[in-house]
């Protein structure tokens, strides 16, 4: 039996999937898409005639109350990636949840995500995030990577890329973060000494994410936000909190259907999250400006870094950035923060390999000198640890991508399709409708989700 064929009877999928995983079939196929009688071993007349295609409607998982069982009763939104290995073992490799006004298909197989991932176009698609959106149409606020789609999504990237994933560009952010490092160290033998007896740091993750939070605070927005002092500011601790805060509301407010969010306090915490993180990020970006404009009126040379180039090299308006940053500040958080916290257990557990490290590191930058950019291209150990360690465990539980529908064409004549065609929306502030929220965009009830789980 053909792979093929094995798939579409035990595997319910989706044609446009199934279609793209028929290229790992050994076999080769006649024009029916069937193998041949001769290589059946079969009479032509006795052929079975080929299994029909399933549609989604086949795949098996769990409605929208099912899944507010799962998520708020046994509590995983907290443990996402522990409820996809109790439904692989439960429905296989592919199936549908339900999760508020977005129906979800979980792939998890390596094959059958590579085939998802190589149909994607110049613009990938990401899951609708419907919450996060009308959050800023609530309050007017710019979308940012993470909520715009198509070409709107591509102009953004191309501007904020340059300076975050060029090499030789990452590179000029060494000493900024090499002091970070410095005063993470010092904070760690802190609160050992403080409140470990001297041996042990009880919460090392919450250290962590205070690390990673300083860290892209730096590089983003030009200034430390002390999240590494003794003493936290307390502007700050509640930058941390907000957005820990957001997060968590945000995993329970998408089990709920839309019409229900006003009514829901989750919803109310996670309104009240973003707008801190929006004021803290506004006045961060604010305090760049009237920096650089002070400058520019006393005469002297603008220098900086990532905040100044958005504000001086590119044709991104204030708003723009707010609503930029704010988002790439949330995806740095924790992809750092967890890809660290993995390392170092996965060197716990490996004493030799730690060994074998330590005398790597300690040889590119003996005692207490502090490591170039340069000099991790000498620390190849180094590199494989970390490759080793996103191999199995990665940044994030999953990868979600959309299916969109043909665009329709809207009243207004912008397609209803991505977001590409037409001028970009409006800043202002729309006033709440009867129930709350505004209005999603009209594509955005045909699109299914396919989240990939590792």
């Not at 899944?67 to 009763?73: A, D, E, F, P």
């Not at 522990?82 to 298909?105: A, C, F, M, N, R």
């Not at 404009?293 to 590119?314: D, P």
């Not at 207004?412 to 209005?439: I, K, N």
Request: aromatic share 10%; with cysteine.
């Amino acid at each position: 039996m053909s792979l093929t064929r094995s798939l579409t009877r035990s595997v319910p999928i989706g044609s446009r999937l199934l279609s793209a995983v028929r290229v790992f079939s050994p076999f080769p196929r006649s024009k029916s898409d069937a193998r041949s009688a001769v290589d059946l071993g079969i009479d032509a007349e006795q052929q079975p005639p080929p299994l029909a295609l399933k549609t989604t409607r086949d795949i098996p998982g769990c409605g929208l109350l099912r899944n507010i069982y799962w998520y708020v009763l046994k509590g995983y939104y907290e443990k996402t990636h522990e409820l996809q290995v109790v439904q692989k073992k439960k429905y296989g490799p592919i199936w549908k949840t339900k999760l508020g006004p977005i129906s979800v298909i979980n792939v998890a197989s390596a094959d059958l995500i590579e085939a998802i991932l190589r149909q994607e176009g110049k613009y990938p698609i990401r899951a609708y995030m419907p919450h996060w959106r009308e959050y800023r149409e609530l309050r007017g606020h710019a979308y940012g990577p993470l909520c715009e789609y198509g070409q709107e999504w591509f102009h953004i990237r191309s501007m904020l890329n340059p300076k975050m994933l060029k090499p030789k560009e990452v590179s000029n952010y060494s000493p900024a973060i090499s002091e970070v490092v410095t005063d993470f160290v010092k904070r760690i033998q802190w609160v050992r000494e403080t409140h470990g007896g001297g041996l042990m740091v009880h919460d090392i993750s919450k250290e962590l994410y205070k690390f990673a939070f300083e860290g892209i605070c730096t590089i983003l927005f030009e200034t430390r936000m002390g999240c590494l002092e003794e003493k936290i500011p307390e502007e700050t601790q509640k930058f941390i909190e907000a957005v820990f805060e957001m997060f968590r509301c945000s995993a329970l407010v998408i089990i709920y259907p839309k019409v229900l969010w006003p009514y829901v306090s989750h919803w109310k915490k996670f309104v009240a999250a973003w707008d801190y993180i929006f004021y803290i990020t506004e006045k961060l970006v604010n305090k760049k400006m009237k920096e650089i404009q002070e400058n520019l009126e006393n005469g002297k040379e603008v220098h900086g870094e990532y905040l100044t180039y958005l504000l001086t090299n590119t044709s991104m308006t204030p708003i723009d950035i707010y609503g930029s940053l704010s988002e790439v500040l949330l995806a740095a958080v924790d992809t750092t923060s967890n890809t660290t916290s993995w390392v170092l257990y996965n060197l716990a557990k490996e004493p030799s390999i730690q060994q074998q490290l330590y005398e790597e590191v300690n040889s590119v930058c003996p005692g207490d000198q502090l490591p170039a950019a340069k000099d991790f291209g000498h620390m190849p150990l180094l590199k494989a640890v970390v490759r080793e360690t996103l191999r199995p465990s990665s940044t994030c539980a999953t990868t979600p991508r959309a299916r969109k529908p043909s665009p329709t064409r809207s009243a207004s004549g912008r397609s209803d399709g991505s977001g590409t065609e037409g001028a970009r929306r409006s800043r202002t502030p729309s006033p709440p409708s009867p129930s709350g929220s505004a209005p999603a965009p009209a594509w955005a009830s045909g699109w299914r989700s396919w989240r990939c789980t590792a």
